[in-house]
């Protein structure tokens, strides 16, 4: 049995990838926010014949977290569940967004990630194997940053650190740490005008997330080439 645990798995790009894990023959652990949604997707997958289970998973929820740590296998984790808590604000500056949605964007971009590894971490070194790929952005690259969007880019760049942190502390244990840009996809956050249809943007997502012994570590990339920090 070989398990992924995706987290923001009830549309989207995590949708996606939950379906392509499923057909690589993984046991998915579809993390949702909303039980009801996330039964919807349960359903809608295992009516595609994969082995799909819907798991209660707020990544502000200290308490959906801390239940991870009663899993008895995962051996790939998928951190996804994002926002963009700027995006609507009448002036996405940095001078004018206010701390609290930068604040937000933490919590679940950066946060939610981080607590969840201290969670799964341990059950991937007590089975000598694990694959973590934190979803991160484009807009998070310090070698391209540009203005507006603070709490978004903020946290993702943050996010990409905690990519960097993990790698060191866990080589030679064989657990790859890597981000992903998964490029301007169509989803509810991406918008109709994207370039990429969700199984494009999942594709990168899900090579990471099956990499073999000795593949990358604590790299950031897109399209399954290694792009700048």
């Not at 645990?5 to 949702?32: H, K, P, S």
């Not at 799964?120 to 940053?145: D, F, K, T």
Request: proline residues 4%.
């Amino acid at each position: 049995m070989t398990v992924a645990l995706v987290t923001g798995g009830t549309r989207g790009i995590g949708f996606e990838v939950c379906r392509q894990l499923g057909r690589l023959d993984y046991e998915v652990l579809l993390g949702a926010r909303d039980l009801a949604r996330g039964k919807e997707a349960e359903g809608t997958l295992r009516g595609e014949g994969l082995k799909v289970t819907v798991l209660k998973l707020d990544v502000t929820s200290e308490e959906d977290i801390d239940r991870l740590g009663e899993l008895e296998r995962v051996d790939a984790l998928v951190n996804n569940a994002a926002i963009a808590p700027d995006r609507d604000h009448p002036d996405t500056s940095a001078l004018h967004v206010p701390a609290k949605l930068v604040r937000l964007g933490f919590e679940v971009n950066t946060l939610g990630p981080y607590r969840i590894c201290q969670q799964i971490v341990p059950i991937m070194q007590r089975q000598g194997y694990g694959r973590i790929v934190n979803v991160s952005s484009g807009m998070a690259q310090l070698a391209e940053m540009n203005g507006h969007s603070p709490g978004y880019r903020l946290s993702k760049t943050a996010l990409n650190a905690l990519t960097r942190i993990l790698s060191d502390e866990l080589r030679g244990k064989n657990i790859l740490v890597n981000s992903v840009d998964p490029g301007w996809v169509k989803t509810d956050m991406g918008g109709p005008s994207a370039r990429l249809s969700t199984e494009e943007g999942a594709e990168t997502i899900v090579w990471l997330a099956t990499l073999p012994d000795g593949g990358p570590n604590g790299g950031f990339f897109k399209e399954k080439r290694e792009i700048a920090w």
